[in-house]
């Protein structure tokens, strides 16, 4: 059996690189001409770098650990704090924040027998026979027997295949960049996000002395509303640090982009084809959970894979993933509006319910994502 990947993303890769593991052909089309990263960072949470563990894929060493995760007022005055350290220990894996460049990297390398196709946008899917009909831009169409779409938010696959689902946009760009700069040792294995009056920003190290930052304001109509060249402004009711970060970045490596979801749908296979990660349960980036989602899939459906015909696999790979992927983006969807909030008296009231939540509670909520599924 071969299996066809669309999209070279996070989980596509990662995707590939556990079917492999399981002794299954794969090949995978990549829209793009050449693998480059958006150049930020990422945090992989403890439920991600289980599986990499799982898979024998070495991450830590070129990232850097975190160990706490702190919400913070615009001051940096901290209103709340997830304590890693408990599942560090729990699930024998670290919590780490690395460049988008040096984990792909990291997962190309780990390919053995898969072939990237780039430069293989796929424009339509359809059915033929037994088969799927794959049609790219400027290549020829090739046929699939079983197709895993990976192709991220606006996935072909699904809006060919799967077309009742709607992406939700959540009136939020985001900015986003990497810093030169030495932190405060206070500072280097936490990740901080200091939310203010409709907006926020968060910063985290990912190597020695480069800093990746994000900075998240809201908009009534247009994205057009923000100026990069503003940056700065927009964030100077904030710690002096804020804006040392923003200013040590140079303006043409800061990266926007607009925040949206996709709706939770009610199903991710039908006949020979299935969807993973963004390209099925896109989610706002407000957990740092997308791409952990993304890594999950991977794992859980190439264990499917390799116990039961792919229809069947894909049933249970849906049935094991789709409850916790859809608490997720819920969840992500309700705490992005939540840390936008501009009213003064919701946000005091907001800050200090955060304040006076037992710690057992936030453990609670880690231990649901940081749980893989039993597969
Ligand atoms: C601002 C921001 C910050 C984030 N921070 C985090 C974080 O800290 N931690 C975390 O876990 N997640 C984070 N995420 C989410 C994470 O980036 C995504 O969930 C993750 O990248 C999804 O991986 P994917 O492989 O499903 O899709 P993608 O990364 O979107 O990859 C899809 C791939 O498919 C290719 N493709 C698309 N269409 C086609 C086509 N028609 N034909 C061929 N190829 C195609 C694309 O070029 C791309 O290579 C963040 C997201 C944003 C926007």
Redesign the pocket.
């Known amino acids: 059996m071969t299996i066809d990947i ?9 995707t590939a690189i556990a079917l492999e593991q399981k002794g299954i052909n794969v090949r995978i ?4 001409p050449e ?1 480059k990263p958006v150049g ?6 403890n439920n ?1 770098m289980q599986v990499y563990d799982k898979l024998g894929i070495k991450i830590e060493e070129n990232g850097n650990t975190v160990s706490s995760m702190n919400i913070t007022k615009a001051s940096l005055k901290p209103i709340s704090k997830v304590d890693l350290k408990y599942f560090e220990q729990k699930h024998k894996v670290k919590n780490v ?1 690395i460049h ?1 460049g040096t984990l792909q990297q990291i997962l190309v390398n780990q390919l053995q027998s898969t072939q990237i196709f780039l430069d ?4 339509d899917i359809k059915r033929s026979g037994n088969q799927y009909q794959l049609v ?1 831009d400027h290549s020829e169409s090739i046929h699939s027997d079983i197709v895993i779409g ?8 699904r809006q060919k295949l799967f077309p009742n689902n709607k992406t939700r946009k959540a009136k939020q760009i ?1 900015w ?1 960049g990497i810093a030169d700069f030495e932190l405060p040792n206070a500072y280097k294995n936490e990740l901080n996000e200091a939310w203010g009056k409709a907006d926020r920003f968060g910063f985290v190290q990912i190597a020695p002395q480069k800093v990746y930052w ?1 900075a ?1 304001k809201s908009f009534k109509q247009s994205i057009k509303e923000f100026d990069l060249k503003e940056i700065d402004g927009y964030f100077n009711k904030y710690a002096p640090i804020v804006n040392e970060l923003i200013g040590a970045t140079p303006k043409n490596q800061i990266h926007t ?1 607009e ?1 949206a979801d996709l709706k939770p749908t009610n199903t991710w296979y039908q006949d020979g084809v299935c969807l ?5 349960h ?4 407000n ?9 999950e ?1 991977a794992y859980v459906l190439s264990e499917d894979l390799s116990k039961c015909a792919p229809n069947e696999a894909f049933q249970n790979y849906q049935k094991h993933r789709m409850p916790k992927a859809h608490k997720v983006a819920n969840t992500s969807w309700a705490l992005g509006k939540m840390a936008h909030l501009s009213n003064p008296v919701l946000i005091s009231l907001r800050n200090f319910a955060m304040q006076i939540t037992p710690k057992v509670v936030n453990r609670r909520q880690s231990r649901q994502i940081f749980q893989l599924a039993s597969v």
Not at 40 to 45: D, E, N, P
Not at 120 to 123: A, D, G, Q, R, V
Request: glycine share 14%; charged share 10%; with cysteine.
């Open positions: 669309i999209g070279a993303g996070i989980g596509g890769l990662t089309f990549e829209q793009s693998l930020a960072g990422i945090l992989l949470a991600a924040a988008r293989h946008k796929l424009i790219f990976a192709d991220g938010l606006n996935s072909t696959v985001c986003r994000y998240l982009a925040i993973i990660g963004d390209a099925a896109a989610t706002t980036p957990m740092g959970q997308g791409a952990c989602q993304a890594i899939d």
